[in-house]
């Protein structure tokens, strides 16, 4: 079992950035494969990208390819997200997941309790 905490949430101005980060406990990070999905109010879980447990090869929605990076630290058990040129519409909470594998459709096994990202126009 893994335990996923996501920071780095806040406000900030459309064509700006954000870096989320999430920690993961246990030592077994390395073999999780590791995802960021988000939901917007009203809306349906979207998903955002994911990355292989050793980051060889990333994933990502078609809404943020080009603006987002996932990427992974597993000497410090954590997932990142940068994010880059925000749109007032990639306002949501976003949350960190993990699974034991890359799946066809990302499901995932575990999640944190989300991190609130808004983006002002």
């Known amino acids: 079992q893994v335990q996923l905490v996501e920071s780095g949430g806040g406000l900030v101005q459309a064509g700006g950035s954000l870096r989320l980060s999430c920690a993961a406990s246990?030592?077994?990070?390395?073999?999780?494969?590791m995802g960021w999905f988000r939901q917007a109010p009203g809306k349906e879980r979207e998903f955002v990208a994911a990355?292989?447990?050793?980051?060889?090869?990333?994933y990502y929605g078609d809404s943020v390819k080009g603006r987002f990076t996932i990427s992974r630290d597993n000497a410090k058990n954590t997932v990142y997200l940068q994010m880059n040129s925000l749109k007032p519409e990639d306002t949501a909470v976003y949350y960190c997941?993990?699974?034991?594998?890359?799946?066809?459709?990302?499901?995932?096994?575990?999640w944190g309790k989300g991190t609130l990202v808004t983006v002002s126009s």
């Open positions: 997941a993990a699974a034991d594998k890359i799946r066809a459709d990302y499901g995932m096994d575990y």
């Open positions: 246990g030592r077994t990070f390395s073999s999780y494969a």
């Open positions: 990355i292989s447990p050793r980051g060889g090869r990333t």
